[in-house]
Nanobody, 127 residues
Framework: QVQVVESGGGLVHPGGSLRLSCVAS????????MAWFRRAPGKEREVVAT????????EYADFVRGRFDISRDNSKNTVYLEMNSLKPEDTAQYYCAQRSTIYTMNWPTNSAEYDAWGQGTQVTVSS
């Protein structure tokens, strides 16, 4: 049984920070790249960041580069998204996803390359 669960979302003021966590179970966690996506109201889902199975390679969307940091702790089957200098336009539902195949990581990447998804956690940036 594959399960992906996000947590850590909430309401934050512009310029603030949040850390999202994602726990994935049911498959060998250290064989799969992971990614964070987000979807804002009225907009298409977009990739935020991705990280290789070891954590040695990361990629970021231009709109978060320098502000967000993706990391993982394979001993805890957990991937994180540290979000800093948050802006109102970062407001979205954030989803954690696991690649459908092991030892693969592409950039650019898209949602079709992931087959295990969390339910999402809401991030709202507002004054």
């Amino acid at each position: 049984q594959v399960q992906v669960v996000e947590s850590g979302g909430g309401l934050v003021h512009p310029g603030g920070s949040l850390r999202l966590s994602c726990v994935a179970s049911g498959r060998p966690f250290n064989r799969y790249a992971m990614a964070w996506f987000r979807r804002a109201p009225g907009k298409e889902r977009e990739v935020v960041a991705t990280i290789s199975w070891t954590g040695g390679r990361t990629e970021y969307a231009d709109f978060v580069r320098g502000r967000f940091d993706i990391s993982r702790d394979n001993s805890k089957n957990t991937v994180y998204l540290e979000m800093n200098s948050l802006k109102p336009e970062d407001t979205a539902q954030y989803y954690c996803a696991q690649r459908s195949t092991i030892y693969t990581m592409n950039w650019p990447t898209n949602s079709a390359e992931y087959d295990a998804w969390g339910q999402g956690t809401q991030v709202t940036v507002s004054s």
